[in-house]
């Protein structure tokens, strides 16, 4: 049985990208260990197993905020991977190392095992250079940022594979130097087998029971860059033309006390919702309860390479969506599949909102040709790829046909 090791510096229950390609080698025949942080419970295991993966971790607090503190965190867990792999390597003679960024660096903990033969996955799930100008508002030309174009070339150069999430980043890491011949993309979609199958709860069904009218809907991290406040202020100024609508808004996050404060400053009352989280297995209920979901991600030099993980979800589900109009969204979906609207512009947004809850053939239309655009970049087409990619580099192509031959739900719209 080939054995393949995942490190990622982020807790692996949560890592919902790190757990679909985990899981899905364990269904294929391989062996994973997963090398991650601890969860945040003072109950967390320090290692466990789930779904047949093995998780080792460490109990690293993630407190970021200053540059220093991101520093250290990254070299106390490049350090401890390091190490354990250098031990596991004894026991286990992983196949493949699978490393996940941010830290770009952090792929060079598999250097013992590339030096035993291991290959060298490397998953650059952020684009690290354009993720700090954003964060701290960094000059493009600064010393740090050339700095840390650098380490991003030294790394992938190390790498004997590179994993990118999308075409525009792709493009952009090839412009920087990484070969097109040893990188591939493994975009962010959704497990299209859980959001097809609709799980129901009762917590689900009693808000199912008070459902107004119309439904917008937001459903992720409360945080500033996700462009909630921009949601609300357009659901303000359109509310007056979509009567009976409410804005539900499903998640937790730092941005909670301002959101309300802020709906309560536009006098929206009860219209605006914030619903607070919901477990995983209940989204999919209550994301057939909207009519329309709401993506107003802000546009900055980082975000505008962003590809929200909730669209697939309202896309898999039917919902036609109103999104942000940033890059990497418009090269995978036309005017045809979303309404698109001005990143950042409140005003651009309520108009859409306006135009999408005035025209049910619209909506209806907006949905079909976003299953249809979709299809391509399923998760059912990048699992496939995944495990392909795997196969080769371990120089066994047998797992990847050892999966089931189920049909997803991609294969049923056809």
């Keep these: 049985m080939k054995s393949v090791c995942i490190l990622v510096q982020n807790q692996y229950d949560l890592d919902v990208r790190v757990r679909r390609k985990a899981e899905s080698l364990v269904a294929a025949g391989y062996s994973v260990d997963v090398l991650a942080l601890q969860g945040t419970s003072a109950n967390s295991p320090g290692n ?61 903990a598999a250097a013992y095992a590339k030096w035993r033969g291991a290959k060298i996955v490397f998953d650059m799930h952020e684009i690290t250079p354009e993720f700090y100008i954003s964060k701290y508002g960094i000059k493009e030309d600064s010393r740090l940022v050339r700095f840390l174009k650098w380490v991003e070339r030294i790394s992938f150069n190390f790498a004997d594979y590179v994993i990118t999430i999308n075409q525009p980043i792709q493009a952009l890491l090839e412009g920087r130097g990484l070969p097109a011949a ?35 809907m937001y ?67 209550w994301l057939n309860q909207c009519d329309i979901g709401v993506l107003a991600t802000r546009r900055d030099i980082f975000l505008e390479f962003s590809f929200s993980n909730k669209l697939p979800e309202y896309i898999i589900n039917r919902k036609a969506v109103i999104a942000s109009g940033l890059k990497t969204i418009r090269h995978y979906f036309s005017e045809e599949s979303l309404a698109f609207f001005e990143p950042n512009n409140s005003a651009d947004l309520a108009r859409q909102m306006i135009r999408v809850y005035a025209d049910a053939g619209l909506r209806k239309r907006l949905a079909e040709n976003a299953v249809r655009e979709y299809a391509p970049i399923s998760w059912s087409v990048m699992k496939d790829r995944y495990l392909e990619m795997m196969g080769t580099l371990t120089g066994d192509g047998s797992p990847a046909r050892k999966m089931p031959a189920t049909a997803g739900f991609f294969e049923q719209i056809r």
């Design 182 to 216: 040893k990188s591939t993309i493994i975009m962010n979609s959704a497990d299209d087998a859980l959001f097809a199958a609709t799980a129901r709860s009762s917590a689900f069904g009693k808000a199912a029971a008070s459902r107004p009218q119309f439904v917008m």
């Design 48 to 108: 466990y197993t789930l779904e047949g993966v093995n998780v080792f971790t460490i109990s690293i607090g993630k407190k970021r905020g200053s540059l220093v503190r991101y520093f250290y965190e990254y070299a106390a867990f490049f350090c401890w991977s390091f190490f354990k792999i250098l031990r596991q390597m004894e026991k286990r003679r992983y196949g493949v190392i699978d490393v996940n960024n941010l830290p770009d660096f952090l792929v060079f």
């Design 219 to 285: 459903h992720g991290t409360l945080t500033r860059i996700y462009g909630i406040d921009i949601a609300i202020e357009a659901f303000a100024k359109a509310l007056q033309e979509m009567p009976g609508t409410e804005f539900w808004i499903l998640g937790a996050g730092p941005e909670k006390s301002a959101l309300q404060a802020l709906s309560q400053q536009l006098g929206l009352g009860d219209k605006v919702k914030l619903l607070g989280s919901v477990p995983p297995h209940e989204i999919p209920g």
